[in-house]
């Protein structure tokens, strides 16, 4: 068995530690504890509630099975959000492109202020939305980062990149986003495999 | 990223939290136990692909040695004799007996 260290308060590595000893119902602990945080990621990336708990659920299972790979080198929140990202990339990749509410992007591209027209509360919903249809090498990285609440250098670790490639990520896609959201709504409309 | 907090950064920070359903987790740990209860995905099977493999390896050395053994003449016989006899039935009985020792071979393998 690993030997992961183990503080006091730390859950995770307890739950950890009995499941790979093998009581596997200690496992039902890290669910409860990441259920929302893993549920919440999938839904930055598919904005729907069924599929996002489908992928979450998947996620668990994966880490479940690759428990005995975590070695305690990383935080446990980074190890699972990790496998999260992988599992949600592959979920997503057979997925047919995502697209923001066509009626709001027609409304919007007839009147050329009615994103200004919006509400501060409905203009953010819509640029959250727009998020899912950034490039994958932006969406990652702004929904870890925003979204998920990490550090850069927790953020750069979950995606494997250096953090200067991280910030540039995330400065491209924030100007990708406000360049869409700035009066040329239609834009938003786009394939989310867009290059 | 010592930009300042602008409306974008905003928008982008605050987003409502979706409270996963009540039954979620018992469905997790239920998928959990089920993957748990399924048998192990089945391992390459290293070692008899090794024995194969060293197997073939020394019989491909053996045929090769005694090629180089054999008295040249004789292979010089036996090439003439296919090249005297009818090509048709030769070769087809040829073949057909080398597919007959092959498929027998794989039997006897796959029997193991």
Redesign the interface.
Known sequence: MPNIPTQPGDDDAADVARVLAGD??A??GI??RW??RL??LA??FCRD?MM??DM??DA??KA??ALHTFRGDSAFSTWLTAIAMNTYRSCLRDRPPYTVDVDAARTAAREPDAFDGLHDRE??EL??RA?VTLPVKYREP?VLY??Q?MD?AQTARILDIPEGTL?AR?HRG?EL??RR?SGRFGGLAVKSSEA | ?AQQMDD????????D?????SG??A???D???D??AEPPLLAFPWRPFAIGLVACVVWAASLIAMMNRLDRGLLREVAASFADAEPLPTYAIAIALATLIVLGVQRTLLRR
């Open positions: 596997s119902g496992f039902g669910v409860q259920q929302g549920v919440n839904w930055r509630r996002a708990e979450a659920q668990f299972v479940f099975r203009r953010a640029l959250r998020v702004i925003y979204f609440e850069l910030k995330l924030r986003l406000r959201s | 990223m974008l950064d905003r928008a982008l920070s605050h987003d939290m979706l409270v996963p359903s979620f987790a469905r997790v740990m998928a959990v136990q993957a748990q």
